[in-house]
T-cell receptor, first 116, second 110 residues
Framework: GAGVSQSPSNKVTEKGKDVELRCDPI?????LYWYRQRLGQGLEFLIY????????KSGLPSDRFSAERTGESVSTLTIQRTQQEDSAVYLC??????????????FGEGSRLTVL | QKEVEQNSGPLSVPEGAIASLNCTYS??????FFWYRQYSGKSPELIMF????GDKEDGRFTAQLNKASQYVSLLIRDSQPSDSATYLC??????????FGKGTLLTVNP
C-alpha cells in the first residue's frame, strides 16, 4: 500500500498480558517514529528509528516497553505486562530523513489499545 | 517548562472569519516548525511547515514564525466548518525528534 500501515487497529487485552503492535512504513522512508496519544491528550514521543543508527528510546515510559525495527522496514512495539494506564492510541509515522528539517511525518491510522 | 505549548481551546469562530492558532516553544535551537491537523478519531496530517522567520502562505493558511520570540502561529482565513479539528504545533528540537504540543481544538460555526 501507499501509506503507513498499522495492525491491529484495535486491541483489547487483560491487565498483565503482553501485546505486540506492528507498523509497516512507506517504502523508502528511513525514519520511523512511535507516538502514544491518550484520550484527549497530545502526542507523546516514544521511540525513533533512523536507518541503521541506534534508535532513540528516550521516550519509552518504562522497561515494559520495547521496540524493534528490521532494517528500514517493519517495526514492532511490544508492551509487556500491560497496565490500565497503557490504554491509548499508538501511532506510527514514517518520513524521509531531512536533517534539521525532518518533520514531514506520515502517520498510520493507529492501534487503539484498551487494557481491562 | 513544557517544550511546546499551545492553548487547548476550544477556539470557536464563525464561518468566514479568521482563526488564529498560537504556539510557543522553549528550545532556541529549534530549526523547523510544523502544523498538523487532526480530525476527531483520525491521525494527524501535515498542513504547513515553516523554517524561516516571517510568513508562509498556502491557500487559506498562513504560518508565521518569530524565532526571537520563540513563537509560531497559524492563521486560517475564510474559516469553513470543515476546518473544525484539533491543530497540533510540532517543533524539530533535536534534528529529528518532532515534539508536539497538546493541540488546540478549533470549532467553526456555520
Amino acid at each position: 500500500g501507499a501509506g503507513v500501515s498499522q495492525s491491529p487497529s484495535n486491541k483489547v487485552t487483560e491487565k498483565g498480558k503482553d501485546v505486540e503492535l506492528r507498523c509497516d512504513p512507506i517504502s523508502g522512508h528511513t525514519a520511523l517514529y512511535w507516538y502514544r496519544q491518550r484520550l484527549g491528550q497530545g502526542l507523546e514521543f516514544l521511540i525513533y528509528f533512523q536507518g541503521n543508527s541506534a534508535p532513540d528510546k528516550s521516550g519509552l515510559p518504562s522497561d515494559r516497553f520495547s521496540a524493534e525495527r528490521t532494517g528500514e522496514s517493519v517495526s514492532t512495539l511490544t508492551i509487556q505486562r500491560t497496565q490500565q494506564e497503557d490504554s491509548a492510541v499508538y501511532l506510527c509515522a514514517s518520513s524521509f530523513y531531512r536533517g534539521v528539517n525532518t518533520g514531514e511525518l506520515f502517520f498510520g491510522e493507529g492501534s487503539r489499545l484498551t487494557v481491562l | 517548562q513544557k517544550e511546546v505549548e499551545q492553548n487547548s481551546g476550544p477556539l470557536s469562530v464563525p464561518e468566514g472569519a479568521i482563526a488564529s492558532l498560537n504556539c510557543t516553544y522553549s528550545d532556541r535551537g529549534s530549526q523547523s516548525f510544523f502544523w498538523y491537523r487532526q480530525y476527531s478519531g483520525k491521525s494527524p496530517e501535515l498542513i504547513m511547515f515553516i523554517y524561516s522567520n516571517g510568513d508562509k502562505e498556502d491557500g487559506r493558511f498562513t504560518a508565521q514564525l518569530n524565532k526571537a520570540s520563540q513563537y509560531v502561529s497559524l492563521l486560517i482565513r475564510d474559516s469553513q466548518p470543515s476546518d473544525s479539528a484539533t491543530y497540533l504545533c510540532a517543533v524539530n528540537v533535536m534534528n529529528y525528534k518532532l515534539t508536539f504540543g497538546k493541540g488546540t481544538l478549533l470549532t467553526v460555526n456555520p
